[in-house]
């Protein structure tokens, strides 16, 4: 018998774990990426609000001129 168990071997495969390097996509993310992402979005949506707006100002300033 081979020190390995049988043929069926694969590196990081024990216990019912996914081959390493593997994504699981069957296992739903934690809840605080979910948390994280949420709050990513609305901290890029409410900086991209902000930037457009100050670009309105300056051009609004710059034709006053």
Known sequence: MSVLGGSSFKPGSQHGEPPRGCL??????????????DMSVVVYI???VAIFALLGLIQK?????
């Open 46 to 48: 409410v900086l991209t």
């Open 24 to 37: 699981d996509h069957t296992r739903a993310p934690p809840a605080v990426f979910s948390e994280r992402s």
């Open 61 to 65: 300033l710059v034709e006053g001129l």
